[in-house]
C-alpha cells in the first residue's frame, strides 16, 4: 500500500471517529483531505456519503441557529423592541457568517475536484445536487443580488442533476428522488412556486410508484422513505394552494401528518449514514400569513 493511500484510508477511519465522537466540523476536515486526493479516481460510495453527512451536521446546526434567532427577531420586532432588534440581527449576522464560510468550503470542493472526477452518473447527479443543495442554503438567507445569485446557480445545478437523473437513474432511484423531493423545496420555498414544486413532486411520486415493482432490496428502505415525504410535501403544499387534483386526491387522502415521525426514523441506525438524510423546515409561513406544518427535504 502507498503512502498516498494510506493517508486516505486513515482519514476516513479518523472521520468515522468524528462522526461517532460527533466532532463534525473535524469529520469535514479529514473528508476534504480524502476529497483533495482524487484528481484522477473519484470517491467511494462510502467517502461520498461520510463527506455529505459530515457536511450536512455541520451546515445543519447553523441553519436550526438561523431559523430560531429569525424567528426571535420577528416576534421582538412586532412587539417594538428596537433595542433588542438590534442585538439580534447582528448576531444573526454572525450566524450568517459561518452559514457563507461552510457553503463557500463545500461548493469549492465540489467544483475543483469532486464534480470535475465523477464519472458514472449516479456520482454526478449526486454531487450536482449537492451543490444545488449548498447554493440553496445560501438563497435561504441572502438578500437583494447575492439572493438572486444564488437562487440562479441552485437552479442551474438542479436542472444539470435532473438531466443526468432523467437519463440514466431509474425513476425509484433514492438519488432520484432526493434530488426532486429538494427541487420542489426549492421552487416552493426559495422560488415562491407551488404550482411548479407540486407538479415536480407529483411526477416523480407517480414515476416511482409504477416502477416499484422493480424496486432493489438494497435501496427499498430509502426510496420509500423520500417517496413518503414527496407525497407529505404535496399534502401541505395542495392544502395551501387550494389546488387537490383529482388524480392527486387518490393518494393523498389517506395521509394523517405521518411525516412528524420521520425524523426519528431517519435518526435510526438505518438511516444514521445514508447519503441524503433528513432535513425539516420546523415552520413556515404562508401567503395568508398562517403558521403551516413542517415540510421536509433532503441534505
Excluded at 449516479?122 to 438567507?141: I, N
Amino acid at each position: 500500500m502507498s503512502s498516498a493511500e494510506s493517508s486516505r484510508d486513515e482519514n476516513v477511519y479518523l472521520a468515522k471517529l468524528a462522526e461517532q465522537a460527533e466532532r463534525y466540523e473535524e469529520m469535514v476536515e479529514f473528508m476534504e483531505k480524502v476529497a483533495k486526493t482524487v484528481d484522477v479516481e473519484e470517491l467511494t460510495v462510502e467517502e461520498r456519503n461520510l463527506l455529505s453527512v459530515a457536511y450536512k451536521n455541520v451546515i445543519g446546526a447553523r441553519r436550526a441557529s438561523w431559523r430560531i434567532i429569525s424567528s426571535i427577531e420577528q416576534k421582538e420586532e412586532s412587539r417594538g423592541n428596537e433595542d433588542h432588534v438590534a442585538i439580534i440581527k447582528n448576531y444573526r449576522g454572525k450566524i450568517e457568517d459561518e452559514l457563507s464560510k461552510i457553503c463557500d468550503g463545500i461548493l469549492k470542493l465540489l467544483d475543483s475536484h469532486l464534480i470535475p472526477s465523477a464519472t458514472a452518473a449516479e456520482s454526478k447527479v449526486f454531487y450536482l445536487k449537492m451543490k444545488g443543495d449548498y447554493h440553496r442554503y445560501l438563497a435561504e438567507f441572502k438578500t437583494g443580488a447575492e439572493r438572486k445569485e444564488a437562487a440562479e446557480n441552485t437552479l442551474l445545478a438542479y436542472k444539470s442533476a435532473q438531466d443526468i437523473a432523467l437519463a440514466d437513474l431509474t425513476p425509484t432511484h433514492p438519488i432520484r428522488l432526493g434530488l426532486a423531493l429538494n427541487f420542489s423545496v426549492f421552487y416552493y420555498e426559495i422560488l415562491n412556486s407551488p404550482d411548479r414544486a407540486c407538479s415536480l413532486a407529483k411526477q416523480a411520486f407517480d414515476e416511482a410508484i409504477s416502477e416499484l415493482d422493480t424496486l432493489g432490496e438494497e435501496s427499498y428502505k430509502d426510496s420509500t422513505l423520500i417517496m413518503q415525504l414527496l407525497r407529505d410535501n404535496l399534502t401541505l403544499w395542495t392544502s395551501d394552494i387550494n389546488v387537490i387534483s383529482s388524480p392527486l386526491t387518490n393518494f393523498l387522502a389517506d395521509n394523517h401528518l405521518s411525516s412528524f415521525f420521520f425524523e426519528g426514523i431517519a435518526n435510526s441506525g438505518n438511516y444514521k449514514r445514508n447519503p441524503i438524510e433528513i432535513s425539516y423546515h420546523p415552520f413556515i409561513w404562508n401567503r395568508r400569513n398562517q403558521l403551516k406544518f413542517l415540510y421536509f427535504s433532503f441534505s
